[in-house]
């Protein structure tokens, strides 16, 4: 992904009054996740007449929205998460950009939104994290990006908007659990669901993480870190959690992920693991799996491990299941040696440890 080219020309606007670097030093102290943002962010304009056109990399600054903004009104608005990582060896690298240019545009699709071209989306990606490359922690840290697209026509009609913003901002990040890489507890929401089928499910939308929040305040009051949904129909077939996939590892080895029926996100993280771990001998089986087996498995040891995985948090080990009727623990609480062997293995890749032989990372030349 070296010095990206795009057919449209951006204007570098540096920052006038970037966050002084003893500021910037001393919150990387103490990174959480989403809460600290770098000095610049990339920003591209749609309307029917032009186009794509005005791209620029320019301050980090609010954008000015007319109270009728169709985005506050209808939700019409698409984002993405990817990070760039600093070496060992000092490289600035991205794990599968063109996998996200490519769902970022799915999602666009789906919503009724322009299509951007993806030579626009990763060169944005490029030119901004080139600008905040001091911006990217080193060690355990990263840097997360946000691309995202939202409808700007001022109107209330319902139709798809006739303006459009696409825009990237970064965010120096830590652990996105409290308590870095550690089991995590999910809460089985068996009233509230997130998709169904024909809806957005498979886009990653706002609205579908709007529609999950009620079930994860429920989850966090429940002393849980994430919430899992079940299928919107029968309210049985486990789907994924908020904003992450779920994988079941069996004890004859095999594993078991929920497959891509149009209502769960189509999780790059979880395409990844399912070449790694094929590679490592072990079967992939996309196929349902019930709440209820769930339970059963944990209980008679069919089942020895289970794992969520995303942008965001990497892979986290699932130690304990907690439900309207009780609670059951997988591995005993703890991570099992699958999960860590898989997370270790595709960390190990995202961050240049060992050798790339998918071409899945992306050097950026000159940093």
Known sequence: MSN??????????????????????????????????????AVIRWDEEKGWHAAEI????????????SVLHYAQAVFEGLKAYRTADGRVVLFR????????????????????????????????????????PTGEGSLYLRPFMFASEHFLGVRPSREVIFSVIASPVGPYFKGGAKPVEIWVSEHFTRAASGGTGEAKCGGNYAASLLAQAEAYEKGCDQVVFLDAAEHRWVEELGGM??????????LITPPLNGNILPGITRKSLI??????????????YAFESWKADAASGKLKEA????????VAAIGKVKYSGGEFAINGGGTGPVTEQLRSALVSIQRGQTPDSHGWVSTLAGL
């Open 4 to 41: 990206v080219t795009s057919p449209l020309a951006f204007d570098v606007k540096p920052n006038a009054n970037p966050m002084p670097e003893a500021d910037r030093l001393k919150a990387f102290e103490h990174l959480g996740f989403g809460t600290l943002f770098s000095d610049h962010m």
């Open 307 to 314: 794992f969520a995985c995303g942008t965001a948090a990497v």
């Open 275 to 288: 070449t790694l771990a094929k590679e490592h001998g072990l079967t992939v089986r996309e196929e349902p």
């Open 245 to 254: 996939n779920v994988f079941f590892v069996m004890a004859d080895g095999s």
């Open 97 to 136: 950009p063109d996998e996200n240019a490519h769902r970022f545009n799915r999602s666009a699709k789906r919503l009724a939104l322009p299509e951007l071209p993806e030579a626009d989306f990763l060169a944005a990606i490029d030119k901004l994290v080139r600008i905040d490359a001091k911006w990217i």
């Open 58 to 69: 320019t301050a980090r600054a609010p954008f000015a929205l007319d109270p009728a903004t």
